[in-house]
């Protein structure tokens, strides 16, 4: 197959790949590593190996600590960062070698945003089960610090926990880089790789197998992103769009055009990074607003394709196989490909523990799912964890009263999201919305002013309630050319 080609996984991995050793502290711990002789340049066919997070102990925290002072942070803000688990969270007992004297689970704040309901800024599991509804499963089944299973056109928010928690996202914080940097290049924009590309990069990253001086085009960089979560990747169209830092800061201002005030931005791949947080709620936000670009959609469904390798002594280049490390969409050896899943990402880092994003079609309805950072540390164990919540959720979708809603971004729900005529800011007016609509409606497609709005107006406040809907969600779809 050709450069860029795509078929369905099998669930099984490529063979002749380079295994990844043991993680260092603060880096990438379950998504795919390549090796190379110098920091610029990364080997020519990428890892498939992946490795179980493991707990951090005190020198994890100090490695940290000692990298942030070095890039520019002050000593009080280091150990600021450190005691609020921002710099370094633990991975808690539970795991099967933890140190009994580790500090206890972190508890979530007593106080959270409340953009989408005031009970999505509650601590603990909100649920409001009708008559005949489904129990959620358990605490011993989800062990989650934070999820959140939302109807991805609605975006009614069917059960959450703690989902405006701020923690690290690990590489789900890509959903916002491609969010924001998919739509600027053509997918057969060529662009070859200088050195400075692929700078900057933490140690440990995960990578797809980018090389300098070769020529990749945007659809190869972006299967790169969703497939293998690929930092070089990532750094290379960051480079294209302006350089890492210009990125961020768009990417930050995206985050707050969706309302998404739980998240910031240090750095495009999600590396682990002082500061950088998100939230549950915040991801689903990045999804549904993604999942809205077709190119998005095929991206995070492809479940395997072909990427550019070296070139030959003939001047060819060569391919090797990529497989999307999404296990619910690629399956592999202790789990098959969830029924309907298409997408969207995952990722995994010591301070973030994993974290999971998904969408997932069953009949015509389509549901979201976030989960972060589960305390059971079994294998693959966010998205088992994913699937009970999926599983749950398509049976209990009719059977259960939003706790919330998924609300719509600042420029299409200023009466529900965002800072509206009257000055409210986004927590209130989304909460009077709320309050005034029952939780009804989700964004982006209007659908005309319900019931909802009219009583909004009464009131003096505006918000047309609108569905979001997506196309048939297919997994493991051909990306067009």
Not at 273 to 296: E, I, K, M, T
Not at 395 to 419: F, H, I, Q, W, Y
Not at 441 to 469: C, D, I, Q
């Amino acid at each position: 197959m050709g450069s860029g080609s795509i078929r369905r996984s099998t669930g099984a991995l490529f063979r002749g790949v380079l295994s990844a050793s043991r993680a260092k502290a603060g880096t990438f711990t379950d998504v795919p590593t390549t090796f190379s002789a110098s920091t610029a340049s990364t080997a020519s066919m990428a890892s498939t190996a992946s490795s179980d997070p493991t707990a951090p102990n005190a020198s994890a925290t100090t490695g940290n600590a000692g990298r942030a002072a070095r890039h520019g942070f002050p000593l009080r803000t280091v150990a600021a960062l450190a005691s609020s688990g921002l710099l370094a969270t633990p991975l808690l007992a539970g795991t099967a070698h933890a140190d009994p004297k580790e500090p206890k689970a972190p508890k979530p704040p007593a106080k959270m945003s409340q953009i989408g309901g005031d009970r999505l800024g509650t601590p603990g599991v909100q649920v409001a089960l009708k008559p005949g509804a489904p129990k959620l499963p358990g605490p011993d089944a989800l062990t989650a610090r934070s999820w959140i299973v939302s109807d991805a056109e609605s975006g009614k928010v069917l059960a959450a926990k703690n989902s405006h928690w701020q923690l690290a996202p690990a590489s789900t914080l890509k959903m916002l880089f491609a969010d924001t940097v998919l739509p600027k290049f053509p997918k057969d924009q060529k662009h070859t790789v200088k050195p400075a590309d692929l700078a900057g990069m933490g140690d440990g990253s995960s990578l797809v197998g980018i090389k300098e001086n070769l020529s990749y085009s945007v659809h190869d960089l972006w299967l790169g992103v969703f497939l293998r979560s690929g930092n070089d990747a990532v750094h290379t169209l960051s480079a294209m769009n302006g350089g890492t830092e210009a990125t961020v800061t768009q990417m930050q201002r995206h985050a707050k055009e969706l309302n998404a005030n739980d998240t910031h931005v240090v750095t495009p791949d999600g590396y682990d990074a002082p500061g950088q947080v998100s939230s549950a709620y915040d991801l689903s936000l990045f999804a549904r607003s993604g999942l809205q670009n077709p190119d998005f959609r095929e991206y995070c469904s492809t479940a395997s394709a072909q990427f550019p390798g070296d070139k030959g002594k003939d001047g060819k280049r060569a391919t090797f196989g990529i497989q999307n490390t999404n296990r619910l969409l690629s399956g592999d050896y202790d789990m098959k490909p969830y029924p309907g899943i298409a997408g969207v990402k995952n990722g995994s880092t010591t301070n973030a523990g994993s974290t999971f994003t998904g969408v997932a079609q069953r009949g015509d309805r389509k549901l979201l799912v976030t989960v972060m950072n589960p305390e059971k540390k079994e294998h693959n164990e966010a998205y088992k964890e994913a699937a009970k919540l999926l599983d749950w959720g398509f049976a209990a979708a009719d059977k259960v009263e939003p706790v919330g809603r998924l609300v719509g971004p600042r420029s299409e729900d200023d009466g529900t999201g965002a800072e509206g005529a009257k000055g409210k800011g986004a927590d209130q007016s989304t909460q009077a919305a709320l309050d005034s609509a029952g939780g009804k409606g989700g964004a982006w497609t209007a659908l005309g002013l319900t019931a909802a709005a009219v009583a909004l107006l009464s009131v003096g406040a505006f918000a047309v309630h609108r569905r979001w809907p997506l196309p048939e969600l297919v997994r493991g779809r051909r990306p067009g050319k």
